[in-house]
């Protein structure tokens, strides 16, 4: 039963991020996962110290405060100071993350609580943490978190998903069109810094980044249509959860490693079809290395 709930614990997180990586891909964003998941470090220690509790619900809240500041920091700098979005995301999240940091070790030297324990979660240890209902257990409490962050994903890109695909692919337009680029950009983010701030205490930030590049930088490779990218992305971190899972029990290793691991396999298989398909239809007329061509439906 313990490997049901690992394998869909990793699942669910694999679904969240495979939607909105597939966005990411899309706005050339693709590393602001990582970003957050560090960057919510300064979020975290202050929760700790008010409520002294390295769990819970304050402690989410203040990793969410710290998620949607960094996203402000990294927009601010992109937009208004016009600093290229890769720059914007490594000034945001290293100051962030190195506060953090300077917190924990200025305040934090008598107490559990270091930088590896709060940003590095286990999935393995994930059914020890039983949520119960009156005297039932009911599952584990990551299980259910993770459950509703991906219900409100879907309904949030479901109610919103023509809006989000015009400001990806086409931002002129869209402001053309009386859409706020500057609005949808935060939405998504919302979405994406939610989703790194309830998984990494279950699955750690490593395989939170894995899903949220991995599968949808595999779809993008083998589709030309945007819908069929991203479900081919949920489908590659469903099976790569699975197939991780499994390697990980028989080589006895991490299983978010294992997980991590068959993620880029699957990339590095989905290049080579890359690679000899467009090499096999451009020989005549342009080189195979010409870029992906993504469109919105």
Not at 206 to 230: C, H
Not at 276 to 281: E, F, P, S, V
Request: net charge neutral.
């Amino acid at each position: 039963m313990n490997d049901l709930w690992i394998i869909s614990t990793a699942i669910l997180v694999a679904t969240s991020s495979a939607i909105l990586g597939s966005f990411l891909i899309m706005r050339k964003m693709a590393m602001i996962g990582d970003a957050i998941s560090h960057a919510v470090l300064p979020g975290i220690v202050i929760a700790y110290f008010v409520t002294q509790n390295r769990t819970g619900f304050p402690v989410l809240m203040g990793a969410a405060a710290s998620g949607l500041i960094v996203t402000s920091f990294i927009q601010f700098f992109n937009r208004r100071v016009r600093l290229q979005m890769d720059a914007s995301i490594g000034i945001s999240y290293t100051f962030l993350f190195a506060l953090g940091i300077i917190l924990i070790s200025y305040f934090g030297s008598n107490v559990d609580l270091d930088q590896e324990c709060v940003l590095y979660g286990e999935i393995a240890y994930v059914p020890l943490d039983q949520l119960m209902i009156g005297d039932t257990l009911i599952g584990p409490r990551q299980f259910w978190i993770l459950l509703i962050n991906l219900v409100l994903v879907v309904s949030a890109v479901f109610i919103a998903y023509r809006r989000l695909v015009l400001t990806s692919f086409d931002e002129g337009f869209a402001t053309s069109a009386g859409i706020s680029v500057v609005f949808w950009q935060y939405y998504l983010m919302g979405g994406v810094s939610l989703t790194t701030v309830v998984s990494f205490e279950s699955v750690g930030a490593i395989l939170v980044i894995a899903f949220l590049v991995g599968p949808a930088a595999t779809a993008y490779l083998l589709t030309d249509q945007f819908k069929r990218m991203i479900f081919l992305a949920i489908g590659t971190g469903i099976s790569a959860s699975i197939l991780g899972y499994y390697l990980a029990v028989v080589t006895n290793a991490s299983i978010a490693g294992a997980i991590a691991t068959v993620i880029g396999i699957q990339f590095m298989l989905a290049f080579a079809v890359y690679r000899n398909k467009h090499k096999w239809r451009d020989s005549k007329h342009a080189p195979y290395d010409s870029p992906v061509k993504v469109e919105p439906e």
